[in-house]
């Protein structure tokens, strides 16, 4: 599939998440490779301008519970869609794990994910500091890929529409080939839509591309506003696993734009095929207790507390971890509190885990601030960036004593890893992507690699020992 972008002058194009997003909102990432590739014909034939599938948590998952190596389902996914771009979604200088990696692990990864079958790299960074995702631009326009920067959309006092159209501009003058908003917990409003999207493309000249979900019940509306606005591209899920807290549905756009200036042209008898199929997944998933029915619901709550719904489970099972369920208002009071204390980071991995756990904390301790997770400390140091907004320096003086703070790039602290990597790796890694799952994944990527290539006796053998060990 050629990276080349080919906008068309009004139609609105799709990006379809069925093969990530959807299932990672709604199922816990839980999609298996056999279940996507029965609808990948029909998929690779609507004329999406892009299918998200890989990225993300899909990549964790895949070796964590599925025993799938997420390079195959790369490769295996490129080869069922060969006239679509992919697309896949990536943390900046935090790649897929949970902390920034040397300069020359996300070079690697990058060109690996495009030799490997990407088209699209979108990348973002939890505190919209552009420091943390340069070295992923250029290497995403160095391997031939279309680069979408994204900008992670959140209100706060600090957050404003000027705000987000500077850094549109600058994410573009960084070379950014189309940029998205990124409204992970939908926190977009209609009318505020409109008018973000209307600036944006006065000031910007690449297509602009927009994420929501429907947590709060309102992405359709959002995405209608966005459309009247000019927006180019927006991110849809096919119905099966559309709508909560995953994105709004694809017939239901498609439908609503057709026959209008900005009519997707897509066929609604291919996307009802393409369904059919997702559908019979979709209650497979529910039956294995993968898909909860509660994250169809819409919970205009997000609005309040700003919580996306990942971190809405993400709360209530520490809270069933402290046997102190009936605190979750109290949490949910707390989260914003927190936030505040902390810059105004946006919720998002890793941050929204970050500040959730902190205010678990808050309210389970009985007294704010009693404890600090590592993470917390990271965070008020600057080891994940730069935060947007003024920190409470009483809470980041009881956080880190008199620790100094990173002022600079946290990455430029970070030696090269890929070499040491190999030479740890050596005995199970056999490629140069299995090395990068072990840099990311260190306490899960060694043991799956083991698994993957023990010789056929060896793993019967493993299979015997831990039946008996049940």
Known sequence: MSAALNMPEKKLCITDTILRDAHQSQAATRMRTEDMLPACEVLDRIGYWSVECWGGATYDACMRFLNEDPWERLRTLRKAMPHTRLQMLLRGQNLLGYRHYADDVVEEFVAKSVENGIDVVRVFDALNDTRNMEVAMRAVKKNGAICEAAISYTTSPVHSDDYFVRLAAQLEEMGADTVCIKDMANLLLPMNTYELIRKMKEKVRVPIHLHTHNTTGTGDMVYMMAALAGVDIVDCALSPLANGTAQPSTEATVAAFAGTPRDTGLDLKLLNKAARHFRTVAQKLQEEGSLDP?????????LLYQVPGGMLSNLLSQLKQANAE??????????PRVRKDFGYPPLVTPTSQIVGSQAVLNVIAGERYKMFPKESKMLLRGEYGRLPGEVNEEVRRKALGGEALIECRPA???????????????????????????????????????????????????????????
Request: hydrophobic share 40%.
């Open 294 to 302: 509660k994250v169809l619901r819409v919970d205009p709550n997000t």
């Open 326 to 335: 009936e605190k979750m208002e109290e949490v949910l009071a707390e989260v």
């Open 412 to 470: 430029d602290l970070i030696a090269p890893e890929m070499e040491r990597l190999r030479k740890e790796t050596a005995d199970y890694a056999r490629t140069e992507e299995d090395v990068l799952s072990c840099a990311l994944f260190p306490q899960v990527a060694p043991d799956f690699l083991k698994r993957k290539y023990a010789p056929p006796e060896e793993e019967k053998v493993r299979e015997i020992t831990v039946f008996w060990d049940r």
